[in-house]
T-cell receptor, first 114, second 117 residues
């Protein structure tokens, strides 16, 4: 039990639509990051938020965006969905954005784009 | 650029056998952190261990042990007397200190471990 919860667990969207995925971090964890994991691959870093501001981003286009709220909840928004966006999306939290911190993951949201 | 390689895509062993999962990493930083995570079919990544680059001591936790060798840039994971519940995908990951934690973790592609009864 990591204390990181995500919703929804599964969803299906049509190409071109928009999707919002939600995450609730561990209490006291001011850092949240999102990862995309395609089938058979390792997770890939999308971006990280610290105190409600994006402070790091991986190689993902601007149609991937996020929000972080003061109550330890956060969102990942993806616009103009493409078939390749089908993946498991993982939310992770840690106390502060320190490279040595252990990062705790939720169970993920499985997104299928048809 | 940082990189993590897990050359073993899938390993299948019979219960009670010992098994080693390999992890080789690349980084230009002198300070970095290595992690192992376990991913059962539910999808959640379960943290197993964190090691910083200055601590080369091997670690043992029950049936799990880790061998960190900077000379070969490897951080291998051994399960002794494997059990069916160990079946999962295991990921090795790297975080560079120069990123200040804002670059996220770089993961390998994972090793699917199957323990047969």
């Amino acid at each position: 039990e990591t204390g990181v919860t995500q919703s929804p667990t599964h969803l299906i969207k049509t190409r071109g639509q928009q999707v919002t995925l939600r995450c609730s971090s561990q209490s006291g964890h001011n850092t949240v990051s999102w990862y995309q994991q395609a089938l058979g691959q390792g997770p890939q870093f999308i971006f990280q938020y610290y105190r409600e501001e994006e402070n790091g981003r991986g190689n993902f286009p601007p149609r991937f965006s996020g929000l972080q709220f003061p109550n330890y909840s956060s969102e990942l928004n993806v616009n103009a969905l493409e078939l390749d966006d089908s993946a498991l999306y993982l939310c992770a939290s840690s106390p502060v954005p320190n490279s040595g911190n252990t990062i705790y993951f939720g169970e993920g949201s499985w997104l299928t784009v048809v | 650029a940082q990189k993590v390689t897990q050359a073993q895509t899938e390993i299948s062993v019979v219960e009670k056998e010992d098994v080693t999962l390999d992890c080789v990493y690349e980084t230009r930083d002198t300070t970095y952190y290595l992690f192992w995570y376990k991913q059962p079919p539910s999808g959640e990544l379960v943290f197993l261990i964190r090691r910083n680059s200055f601590d080369e001591q091997n670690e043992i936790s029950g049936r799990y042990s880790w061998n960190f060798q900077k000379s070969t840039s490897s951080f291998n994971f051994t399960i002794t007397a494997s059990q069916v519940v160990d079946s999962a995908v295991y990921f090795c990951a790297l975080s560079e200190a120069s990123g200040g934690g804002a670059d996220g973790l770089t993961f390998g592609k994972g090793t699917h471990l199957i323990i047969q009864p």
